[in-house]
């Protein structure tokens, strides 16, 4: 076991975990920040994505012992009242649909926006690819994200 001194959605947390922990099993477990979801455990599906610093990364296979000094940001994290704009797109769109790919896709989208304020369709769909929704809502995610630009 060893302490990590993380800044977990803008505010200090220490923990005592395992190095090798996954940082979702440390948001879930430790932090009771349920947001981050598991789905395949293999960083494929996205639903575990999280921001670090403003990269999108999959939350399953990343060693909590990587973090360091970075800033992570959970969908907790984003908006206290659901207000950023990526959520309310995400709203205005009827997105989703059984919603538990949404945290991942919503944090994907945000980590997009930030690096490439206006970016193509075909750019929407590079930077989102591999976010799996198995309701198929892809044609309202990329309406979604355009009308959060």
Not at 36 to 51: E, F
Not at 53 to 65: E, K, Q, Y
Not at 89 to 112: K, R, S
Not at 130 to 139: E, L, P, S
Request: aromatic share 4%; hydrophobic share 40%; glycine share 10%.
């Amino acid at each position: 076991m060893a302490t990590f001194n993380l800044n977990i959605n803008g505010k200090k947390q220490q923990v005592e975990v395992d190095p090798a922990t996954p940082i979702l099993w440390v948001l879930r477990d430790h932090l009771n920040l349920v947001g981050t979801k598991y789905g395949c455990g293999i960083a494929q599906c996205g639903s575990c994505t999280i921001l670090v610093g403003d990269i999108a990364m999959r939350s399953c296979m990343l060693p909590v012992s990587q973090i360091g000094n970075q800033a992570v940001t959970t969908i907790e994290g984003l908006s206290e009242d659901g207000d950023h704009p990526v959520q309310k797109a995400w709203l205005e769109h009827d997105v989703p649909q059984c919603g538990y790919c949404q945290a991942g896709q919503i944090m994907n989208a945000v980590a997009l926006l930030k690096a490439n304020p206006k970016p193509s369709d075909e750019e929407i769909d590079g930077a989102m690819n591999g976010n799996i929704c198995r309701c198929g809502t892809y044609v309202r995610i990329k309406a979604a994200i355009k009308a959060a630009v």
